[in-house]
């Protein structure tokens, strides 16, 4: 048996989702913003670099680019790859030197601490904290303070002058106390910044944990009433058997000596009595917890052969040609008494669905390690919006059908194993029903006898797997 995740798992994997879903509509509205912003950005610094002729701006650049060209490092990919790290909250720290290089380059070519741009490390430093990890904001931080305090001294000890002369005396030489203090004063916003970045996040995060829980907490109101009123249901539909019952045997004695009309609206009374009971039975096997099998080794062959025979009768009736192709001796490790409850259930569906003066086949093939059976049928089919619904319970497309029978019968291929669908026919209009079951049996501690050519009830092999119910 595999351990249940406990409710404190479950909520923080409902957190961590939610936040990957918001963090991914946040980066793409980002990107979109990005689309307008970052080229008048990139062109606003082309600008400077055609009307300033200064050759260490245009070395910068050169050597910047030729790093990233020299670590092909491409901008997109890496923006690519960091927003996808982004929303997982896997960004790792020295993803973020890209984009911080970047930032750090355009400031110093349009005027260091005297740069328009500077603002632009404000939302650096802010989105780090709020969306990246802890390392990865932090690295952010210290590159946004250490570059800070890197142009101040190149400012201060004159080394280039860093105001780009396409400004002219707009901005002059700015003096070094003004200087110190445009650091000092970035060093406190970008300290602000990052905190209350990291403070949101916390605040977002105690959130999404509070309404995970609330949810959680509701959903778990909702199984707990769902189980009582299943479990009433079922103890309702299993009292309302013996009156059914007996409703039924009394109608049989009265019908012994009715004749006439009697005699037939008795015989509408015992037939509507029987579907009654069907309808019951079905939904008592749906309600109940799924009982562990008892496999034994079988001829799928010829338990197939077992349910059309029943089925013959009825077939007739409707005018409908029921035709079996199956191989001999397919020797199929199962619970034989499950299995038909299958097979029953999809040649039914497939009697009801096709029309007259046409056939049903079945077909029985096998296939590596696996048995696949097909039902096909001669009727509308199913609409491709409907294959995977018809499965769920409650889901019906016929008129009187009840939606149980479907769900249970992949219940029961899954138990073993297997599995259970519908697709359209390939060779024309109709549905094809597969069941797919794995030849060994599901789960099989001890393999089974290899000679498959007496496959009958005396080679049962009880194996109870409540691992799989």
């Not at 498959?452 to 009880?462: H, I, K, Q, V, Y």
Request: glycine share 8%; hydrophobic share 50%.
């Amino acid at each position: 048996m595999t351990n249940e995740p406990t409710a404190a798992t479950g909520v923080a994997l409902g957190v961590e989702e939610l936040r990957r879903r918001a963090l991914m509509r946040l980066v793409e509205r980002f990107r979109s913003v990005g689309r307008v912003v970052g080229p008048l950005l990139f062109a606003f610094v082309a600008w400077i670099l055609y009307t300033d002729g200064t050759a260490w701006r245009w070395a910068l650049l050169l050597v910047t680019v030729g790093a990233g060209l020299a670590l092909k490092i491409r901008l997109r990919a890496v923006a690519g790859t960091v927003a996808a790290r982004f929303c997982q909250r896997d960004f790792r720290p020295h993803e973020a030197l890209h984009f911080v290089c970047v930032h750090l380059l355009l400031i110093s070519i349009s005027g260091g601490l005297a740069s328009p741009l500077l603002p632009v490390l404000f939302a650096g430093a802010y989105n780090a904290a709020l969306f990246g990890n802890v390392a990865a904001a932090r690295m952010v931080f210290a590159c946004h303070i250490a570059g800070i305090w890197t142009l101040l001294a190149i400012h201060l000890t004159g080394a280039v002058h860093m105001v780009p002369t396409t400004f002219g005396d707009a901005f002059g030489w700015p003096g070094d106390l003004f200087l110190a203090v445009v650091a000092a004063a970035m060093t406190v916003t970008l300290s602000v910044a990052h905190l209350m970045g990291l403070r949101m996040r916390e605040a977002v995060d105690e959130q999404l944990e509070q309404a995970v829980v609330a949810r959680e907490a509701a959903l778990g109101n909702y199984r707990e009433r769902a189980d009582e009123l299943t479990t009433l249901s079922a103890e309702i539909a299993h009292e309302l058997k013996n009156p059914l019952a007996t409703v039924k045997g009394l109608a049989a004695l009265l019908g012994k000596d009715a004749s006439g009309k009697t005699a037939e609206r008795l015989g509408v009374l015992r037939r509507e009595v029987d579907r009654m009971q069907g309808i019951l039975d079905e939904f008592l096997n749906f309600s109940r917890p799924l009982a562990p099998l008892t496999v034994r080794r079988v001829d799928l062959s010829r338990l197939v052969r077992e349910v059309v025979d029943l089925h013959e009768g009825i077939a007739s009736d409707r005018r409908i040609e029921l035709r079996l192709d199956a191989e001999h001796g397919m020797g199929v490790a199962c619970d034989p008494r499950k299995i038909k409850q299958i097979l029953v259930n999809l040649l039914q569906n497939a009697l009801d669905a096709a029309d007259s003066d046409t056939a049903v086949d079945l077909v029985v093939r096998r296939i590596v390690d696996t048995v696949e059976v097909q039902v096909l049928d001669h009727g509308p089919g199913v609409p491709a919006a409907l294959t995977e619904r018809v499965f769920e319970a409650g889901m019906t497309t016929k008129a009187n059908g009840n939606g149980l029978g479907l769900p249970m019968a992949r219940a029961l291929a899954r138990q073993h194993g297997g599995d259970l669908r519908l697709e359209d026919r390939v060779d024309g209009p109709g549905c094809a029903a597969v069941m797919r079951l794995p030849i060994h049996g599901p789960r099989l501690a001890d393999p089974l006898p290899s000679n498959t050519a007496d496959c009958d009830s005396r080679d049962e092999l009880p194996r109870p797997l409540e691992a799989l119910t």
